[in-house]
């Protein structure tokens, strides 16, 4: 009998070792199945709505929120850290960036679901009129900035003190060719698809509106050429450059003139306030484009633009 009794305590005690054995074995695979499905999350970008003309991206880890259509893209998270939907740079290019928990952002083009670059501190994009994308603007974490192409190549050195002139994520003072550049304090231009320096560092002040270099003398605007030569005789408070012409503002007076500084309307039109090129409303109260042979001008007053178009073959102007 004691020896049954000892065997049985055995058998017991080799039962109840395999039941830990196992239970342990269950919760390492329970371990090991719950971090590899964690390395899997993804992080979908969408469409917010399907009633905003899709103006706007948002980005979830649970599909079960997007509607049907709304999904853009999937972009695969490291391990069980996903990143969180930063600023949308472009929602018809559909480029976005991606804020990392190291506070580092990843550049990423939702549309085509590829990393375009990362470990910048902050982006912001360059565009040609037809909104297609000339590369951006970065800046490192010691807020220097430089210029990466639209693959994310860089074309300049990550050096300089200010690209543009940055205002709500966006930026003015370039075109399709050139884009102002400060460095120790000095303004310069470079070229905007290869990093040149076009214009070297000795200005106090540039600016580029339209096709046009624009320096500043007494508070008045002057284009100049890339060879730094004066275009206009005259300054003016407001310049919008075309290839051969200049829009012009001076004494609540707009004029439209030609390369030798000849006006091309038969009287300039009274407008209804002063422009200053260093107040930031002037180019919010104030828009030009062209199509065809018509340079179409807006000018706001109160709360209504009233148009002028300007036919480039019969110098008319009209409203």
């Not at 055995?10 to 830990?20: H, M, N, R, T, Y």
């Not at 390395?39 to 079960?64: E, F, K, M, P, V």
């Not at 633009?305 to 019969?314: G, K, L, P, R, S």
Request: aromatic share 12%.
């Amino acid at each position: 009998m004691r020896k049954l009794k000892i065997w049985r305590i055995i058998w017991v005690s080799g039962i109840f070792l395999i039941l830990i054995v196992i239970l342990i074995a269950v919760i390492e695979y329970k371990v090991k199945f719950e971090h590899t499905n964690q390395g899997n999350i993804s992080l979908y970008i969408y469409h917010c709505t399907s009633q905003d003309n899709y103006n706007s991206l948002c980005a979830t880890t649970n599909q079960n929120n997007i509607g049907e259509n709304q999904l853009i893209s999937t972009y695969t998270c490291n391990e069980n850290n996903c990143p969180t939907l930063g600023t949308v740079l472009s929602v018809q290019n559909q480029i976005i960036t991606l804020i990392n928990q190291d506070k580092s952002i990843t550049l990423f083009d939702a549309k085509n679901n590829q990393i375009i670059s990362s470990g910048y501190q902050e982006y912001y994009i360059l565009t040609k009129k037809d909104e297609s994308i000339l590369g951006y603007v970065v800046k490192n974490n010691e807020n220097k900035y430089g210029i990466i192409n639209a693959q994310g190549d860089e074309l300049t050195e990550i050096i300089y003190d200010k690209i543009g002139n940055i205002n709500e994520n966006k930026i003015t003072d370039y075109n399709e060719n050139y884009i102002i550049v400060v460095k120790d304090g000095l303004y310069g231009v470079i070229n905007i698809t290869t990093g040149e320096i076009i214009i070297d560092f000795k200005y106090n002040e540039l600016h580029i509106n339209g096709t046009a270099i624009l320096t500043v003398q007494n508070n008045l605007l002057y284009p100049i050429s890339v060879e730094e030569k004066y275009l206009l005789v005259n300054g003016y408070n407001y310049i919008y450059g075309y290839d051969n012409l200049y829009i012009v503002i001076k004494d609540k007076k707009l004029n439209i003139l030609d390369n030798n500084e000849k006006t091309l309307i038969i009287t300039p039109v009274e407008i209804y306030e002063d422009y200053l090129y260093n107040d930031p409303t002037t180019y919010s109260t104030i828009q030009t484009y062209q199509e065809e042979n018509i340079i179409y001008i807006l000018v706001k007053k109160d709360n209504e633009y009233i148009e002028y178009q300007y036919n480039i073959d019969n110098h008319k102007l009209s409203s």
